[in-house]
Nanobody, 111 residues
Framework: QVQLVESGGGLVQPGGSLRLSCVASGLIFSINTMAWYRQAPGKQREWVATISSSSTTYYADSVKGRFTISRDNTKNTVYLQMNNLKPDDTAVYYC?????RGQGTQVTVSS
């Protein structure tokens, strides 16, 4: 059974940074494409970033240049480094290994 556990969310001021982590179990992590999505209150789920098994990365235009997705196959972990955060980045962030997802971690950007 695949399990994905996110951590690292919190409250941060605009312009600040956070690093999210997602530890995966129940799968051969290194061969899987992993992704981050987010969902803000009252809005649809939004794709944020993807990293392939070969560490090729893809980003939504809204986060390109500010967020970095990475992976550590020795730790079965995918990361999302978020810099220059904006209030519009406020959302619950979910780690995905389609079709499974984690429980999410809340990110709030506010002064």
């Amino acid at each position: 059974q695949v399990q994905l556990v996110e951590s690292g969310g919190g409250l941060v001021q605009p312009g600040g940074s956070l690093r999210l982590s997602c530890v995966a179990s129940g799968l051969i992590f290194s061969i899987n494409t992993m992704a981050w999505y987010r969902q803000a209150p009252g809005k649809q789920r939004e794709w944020v970033a993807t990293i392939s098994s070969s560490s090729t990365t893809y980003y939504a235009d809204s986060v390109k240049g500010r967020f970095t997705i990475s992976r550590d196959n020795t730790k079965n972990t995918v990361y999302l480094q978020m810099n220059n955060l904006k209030p519009d980045d406020t959302a619950v962030y979910y780690c995905y290994r389609s079709p499974e997802r984690g429980q999410g971690t809340q990110v709030t950007v506010s002064s």
